[in-house]
């Protein structure tokens, strides 16, 4: 079935520094991929999306490139700030077997620290 | 603004009581999901609906019923045969069967044992 494999936690970073957390799946379609993101006591938020193989998802000063070769989903902030504290999931949905349903990676927790 | 409304923020079930989670939505979404998320995990899927009247088993549907009576609410019940429900839970719900959309989430319930 699908996986969704991400980067472990925690992560700690200072503000200003260069972010990336990993994330790599496995589907047997054409899934489109996301990233969420939750803050503390609060729902999953989508962040970025992806639908198919080279599209670049974007938001915020996040960025995620759809990589089909290396099955990957990566994502990347070139400066983080103290407000991007938060956890991050990656996520697949492929639509077609699995009638909508997404399958999530375990989540990132990031603490960026002023 | 559309969304998703989950209620009670906070719930606190005895021994022995079925308690029951609120989910509606106004996004004109078919599908609709509950998902447990317990300390520094991922997400679990228990029960999801692709269409009224209609619902299926997730990963972890032992102990929960659902019911989907109407489009725009889902509500998922917590029964006494659920031996460990302290948890946060989350609704979610999503455009159409066989998407690739994201899924829209609810702010949450956070459910403790008294």
């Known amino acids: 079935g699908d996986s969704v494999t991400q980067m472990e936690g925690p992560v700690t970073l200072s503000e200003e520094a260069f972010l990336t957390i990993n994330c790599t799946y496995t589907?047997?379609?054409?899934?489109?991929l996301f990233w969420y993101v939750q803050y503390p006591g609060e729902g999953l938020q989508l962040l970025l999306k992806?639908?198919?193989?080279?599209d670049k998802g974007s938001n915020k000063g996040f960025e995620a490139t759809y990589r089909k070769e290396t099955t990957s989903f990566h994502l990347e902030k070139g400066s983080v700030q103290v407000s991007d504290s938060a956890v991050y999931f990656c996520?697949?949905?492929?639509?077609?077997?699995?009638?909508?349903?997404?399958?999530f990676g375990d989540g990132t927790t990031l603490t960026v620290k002023p | 603004d559309g969304g998703i409304t989950q209620s009670p923020k906070y719930l606190f079930r005895k021994e022995g009581q079925n308690v029951t989670l609120s989910c509606e939505q106004n996004?004109?979404?078919?599908?609709m999901y509950w998902y447990r998320q317990d300390p520094g995990q991922g997400l679990r899927l228990i029960y999801y609906s692709q269409i009224v009247n209609d619902f299926q088993k997730g990963d972890i549907a032992e102990g929960y019923s659902v019911s989907r009576e109407k489009k725009e609410s889902f509500p998922l019940t917590v029964t006494s045969a659920q031996k460990n429900p302290t948890a946060f839970y989350l609704c979610?719900?999503?455009?159409?069967?066989?998407?690739?959309?994201?899924?829209?989430f609810g702010d949450g319930t956070r459910l403790s044992i008294l």
């Open positions: 996004l004109n979404h078919d599908a």
């Open positions: 589907a047997t379609g054409y899934p489109s």
């Open positions: 996520a697949l949905s492929d639509g077609g077997a699995n009638a909508g349903k997404s399958t």
């Open positions: 979610a719900s999503s455009i159409a069967v066989n998407s690739n959309q994201p899924q829209h």
């Open positions: 992806a639908t198919k193989a080279d």
